[in-house]
């Protein structure tokens, strides 16, 4: 299995509160994913990266902010938590760009409720 | 557009009866293809990828899928079902410009 590690892997927040996800990789992969998954959607995009300090936007990205300042460490942040963002957050990792055919390795999930 | 569509939202088998999990695909581009599976609150596994070598690809735990072309698809199959493969199961289409896109999920449900 890839190292990857999520925390928390449960959370239970009030609407309104920040909320910051982590990811931690030892696999040294220069690619870093998160992932929201709900029901009916499969998993979507919400932000991606490429290298320290270098992200992009996913399909999901409103109401969310990322940061990556070590190779190994991706954060995800919900500034102000809504319902809507009440979900299961995947983490993710590839050695090359995904579109190269490289595999996606997946972390545990991470299940955030937002009362 | 890139898109992937799994035909079939449950799927229920007796336990040793083969099994089918479809996926059709659109892209616009050569794609490289993925099956995942993912079992009752853990991350998804990879089960096999297609990379654009042998059109038969065999994965873990006996599934294996067949890339074709012609028909936009890559079903999951495994011969002999098991109580342990009952699980939710995700094609991944991988196109141009590092777009990634999951099907909805099949869930799979084996009856001893």
């Known amino acids: 299995d890839a190292g990857i590690t999520q925390s928390p892997r449960h959370k239970v927040t009030e609407t309104g509160t920040p909320v910051t996800l982590r990811c931690h990789q030892t696999?040294?992969?220069?690619?870093m994913y998160w992932y929201r998954q709900d029901p009916g959607h499969g998993l979507r995009l919400i932000h991606y990266?490429?290298?320290?300090?270098?992200?992009d936007k996913g399909e999901v990205s409103d109401g969310y902010s990322v940061s990556r300042s070590k190779t190994e460490d991706f954060l995800l942040t919900l500034e102000s938590a809504t319902s809507s963002q009440t979900s299961v957050y995947f983490c993710?990792?590839?050695?090359?760009?995904?579109?190269?055919?490289?595999?996606?390795?997946f972390g545990e999930g991470s299940w955030l409720t937002v009362v | 557009a890139q898109s992937v569509t799994q035909l079939d939202s449950h799927v229920s088998v007796s336990e040793g009866t083969p099994v089918l999990l479809r996926c059709n695909y659109s892209?616009?581009?050569?794609?490289?293809l993925f099956w995942y599976v993912q079992h009752p609150n853990k991350g998804l596994q990879l089960l096999l990828k297609?990379?654009?070598?042998?059109?038969l690809v065999k994965g873990i735990n006996g599934f294996e899928a067949e890339f074709k072309k012609s028909e936009t698809s890559f079903h999951l199959t495994k011969p002999s079902a098991h109580m342990s493969d009952a699980a939710e199961y995700f094609c991944?289409?991988?196109?141009?410009?590092?777009?990634?896109?999951f099907g909805t999920g099949t869930k799979l449900q084996v009856i001893p």
């Open positions: 993710a990792i590839s050695e090359s760009i995904a579109s190269s055919g490289n595999t996606i390795y």
């Open positions: 696999e040294n992969h220069r690619y």
């Open positions: 990266s490429y290298g320290v300090k270098d992200t």
């Open positions: 892209s616009s581009y050569s794609p490289s």
């Open positions: 297609y990379t654009s070598a042998a059109t």
């Open positions: 991944v289409v991988v196109g141009g410009y590092q777009k990634v896109t």
